[in-house]
């Protein structure tokens, strides 16, 4: 029964194409359809369900469904119940995200578009949707173009700039760390724009850049970018990294123990992140998008109490609220523009104010006029080990709420111009 | 800048060490069975969760010890009822067979574990630096490194001084000769199967000690081990060990000079062998 068929067959040019193969794996990836009726009005979302941004697409996932069960027990969306189609974009593939796109598009007839998580996507679909003219909501991509340079009218974002995230949390380093900076930095379009935004922040205080490294995404040992960077002596190592990137790096400075040395710091920082840190690494300056613990706040509690039920007790992250928020933005913008024509919609949009139910947060969050960007408000403040006694998921300390407004350049700087259909 | 070079090129043997333990695994298995694993990185994974699991019980040492022996049950449970079906057929069945099961262990992971990032925690002692001048010499590395070592020493020992060792060896010479003495060669290449994934168990529940526990964690690491495959020479196991330290080595020092193809530049040791010695740096010639 034996045979030596399999390994003559083996040959080297079948080993190669094997390690290819595994190069495209990581791109294949199954898609998801809900069922769906023929009078409903239709979401479609497309965002990563696979790959490094599967916990973050899944969080806005659990948002997004409870927005949809709240829309439909409220009457849905002009009197229509609301239906949501789920398309996995896989987490870095901008053509497998296209294509699902154009998919929700031509063939499911959605009514909104929403996605996506990965900046490089997100703005490969905005620039889809506008050759179709879809209305479509980013949630969490954070890549300046998506309303800078390559805004279009049809296209509107709930989380924050890259600008946005460095202007609010800058002066705080500047001022307590030093201005000799060292960056890590994801090398795709999120990271660099973070970078730039720092980059600015350091050259206006007169500050020097120690170094910068630009490491793949995926990256798993971050060892050779941390000797680099404290042999160039910084006053502060800035980690402008993503999701499982940003807990290797994290966790191997802690290891290296530079963060006894230096301060260890960057813009965005997602509780997803965080939780996937042991104690000690858990520290440092960054920017939340959302917190979960908003003593005061109206219909927060209700909210973490409605994710925790769905999400077997876990609280919500700011990527849960980014989907909730996306998918009422939706409703709210058909209501008011009582059609759901995406020009109309659009329109609509303009200047909206996210109600107390929806912002989930203080300062009355709107979309700007201009760039179609939420003027929400952002969380500066330190990582933190789960106080004693205290939620295992209270991982974060806020010191400081900065209004988006305050922290976004003015419409005229972003380098949006926007151009309406005629 | 001769010291940071000299401290990447160090570095980079720590990191070498670990691609070449996965490597060895995937290396054992194509040898003897012609299998290209795939779900390599997949078992990789399940040794990690499996540790992470057992920690609340046994501890740290505790899930090192059992973690990587209840996977390399997994992968002889698989291999008996899943791979061996396909050994007499094209290496492409096989191939997609472990494609396909890749897939199955990253979503049963996500299924039963969650998409998130888990956190690990090793002993405090191991998790710091042991001077602060050498800071990248860390207890756990050093640790990851003498247990790397272990390993190759005890699969050095397994293949020359054991029976099991022996038939191994000559079944990756010419199995249908070591059947014919009357070896049982689906035992045979069960337990190397079995033992190829014990070490892909092993480099999981190392990996998580300093990398995020995700169902992914294979993914970025299985690439690596292929081409350590390929620039060491198909059918050495030496050619393994001595491919994924020198990849580990070309990517740390690329990283002094240019992060962006620290990982780039694996691919273009692996293009400049093929072109100038296809067989590998100590592959046998003939053999693939």
Avoid at chain 1, 238 to 248: E, Q, R, S
Avoid at chain 1, 327 to 341: G, M, R, V, Y
Wanted: aromatic share 10%.
């Amino acid at each position: 029964m034996i045979s030596r068929t399999a390994s003559k067959k083996l040959d080297r040019r079948i080993i190669i194409k094997a390690a290819a193969a595994a190069g495209v794996a990581q791109l294949a990836a199954p898609f998801v359809l809900t069922a769906r009726a023929a009078d409903t009005v239709k979401i479609g979302l497309d965002n990563p369900l696979t790959g490094t941004f599967a916990a973050l697409g899944k969080n806005e996932l659990i948002g997004a469904q409870l927005a949809i069960e709240q829309i439909n027990a409220t009457g849905g969306i002009l009197e229509r119940k609301v239906e949501l189609l789920v398309e996995d974009s896989t987490s870095g593939d901008t053509a497998t995200a296209v294509q699902k796109a154009l998919k929700l598009i031509d063939r499911d007839k959605v009514d909104f578009l929403i996605g996506n998580i990965n900046s490089a996507l997100a703005q490969a679909m905005a620039n889809t949707s506008f050759q179709k003219g879809m209305f479509q909501i980013v949630p969490g991509g954070h890549t300046d173009t998506v309303t800078g340079t390559q805004c279009h009218w049809n296209v509107f974002r709930v989380c924050n700039t890259t600008r946005m995230e460095t202007n609010s949390v800058s002066k705080l380093l500047l001022d307590s760390y030093g201005k000799k900076w060292y960056f890590i930095t994801t090398d795709y379009a999120f990271g660099h724009s973070l970078q730039e935004g720092f980059e600015a922040s350091l050259k206006q205080a007169n500050g020097t850049e120690a170094g910068a490294d630009f490491t793949p995404l995926g990256t798993t040992d971050f060892s050779a970018n941390l000797i680099k960077a404290q042999s160039a002596n910084p006053d502060a190592i800035i980690l402008l990294l993503a999701g499982d990137d940003m807990i290797n790096c994290l966790k191997q400075a802690v290891q290296f123990g530079l963060n006894k040395k230096f301060h260890i710091a960057g813009a965005q920082q997602e509780l997803e992140v965080n939780e996937g840190l042991p104690p000690e690494a858990l520290f440092g300056d960054w920017v939340f998008e959302w917190y979960w613990k908003q003593p005061g706040v109206a219909h927060v509690e209700e909210f973490v109490a409605d994710i925790r039920k769905r999400s077997g007790g876990k609280v919500p992250t700011a990527r849960t609220w980014f989907g909730h928020a996306a998918i009422w933005t939706c409703k709210l913008a058909a209501e008011k523009a009582k059609s759901l024509e995406a020009i109309k919609l659009a329109k609509a949009m303009q200047g909206l104010i996210l109600p107390p139910e929806v912002a989930l947060m203080p300062n009355n969050p709107y979309y700007r006029v201009g760039d179609n960007q939420l003027m929400p408000t952002l969380f500066v403040g330190q990582s933190q080990p789960a106080p004693q006694g205290g939620d295992p998921e209270d991982l974060f300390k806020v010191t400081q709420l900065v209004k988006g407004d305050e922290a976004a350049l003015p419409v005229d700087q972003t380098g949006c111009k926007m151009e309406w259909p005629s | 800048m001769t010291q940071l070079l000299l401290f990447n090129v160090f570095n980079g043997l720590i990191i070498g060490a670990f691609y070449a333990l996965m490597a060895l695994g995937l290396s054992l298995i194509l040898n003897l069975s012609g299998v290209i694993n795939f779900a390599h990185g997949g078992f990789m994974a399940i040794g990690g969760y499996l540790a992470y699991t057992l920690f609340s019980y046994l501890g740290f040492w505790g899930a090192l010890i059992v973690s990587p022996f209840l996977v390399a049950i997994i992968g002889i449970l698989i291999e008996r009822v899943l791979i061996r079906r396909l050994y007499g057929r094209d290496p492409l069945y096989s191939l997609l067979l472990t494609f396909g099961l890749a897939f199955m262990i990253e979503d049963g992971t996500r299924f039963i574990w969650g998409a998130q990032s888990l956190p690990y925690q090793i002993p405090s002692w191991l998790a710091a630096p042991l001077s602060s001048e050498y800071f990248f010499l860390t207890g756990y590395r050093v640790f990851m490194m003498l247990l790397v070592a272990a390993a190759v020493l005890g699969l050095f020992v397994i293949l020359n001084y054991t029976r099991l060792g022996l038939r191994i060896r000559a079944g990756t010479l010419d199995l249908e000769t070591v059947s014919v003495l009357g070896v049982n060669v689906r035992v045979l290449r069960n337990l190397n199967f079995g033992l190829g994934i014990y070490l892909a168990g092993l480099a999981g529940v190392l990996a998580i000690g300093m990398l995020g526990l995700q169902p992914t964690i294979g993914d970025n690491l299985i690439m690596p081990s292929f081409i350590a495959i390929i620039v060491g020479g198909l059918g050495s196991l030496p050619g393994t060990l001595a491919g994924g330290l020198l990849i580990g080595v070309a990517s740390g020092v690329t990283s002094v000079f240019f992060p962006s193809a620290s990982e780039a530049v694996m691919y273009v040791m692996m293009a400049a062998v093929l072109i100038v010695r296809p067989r590998g740096l100590l592959g046998e010639e003939g053999r693939f």
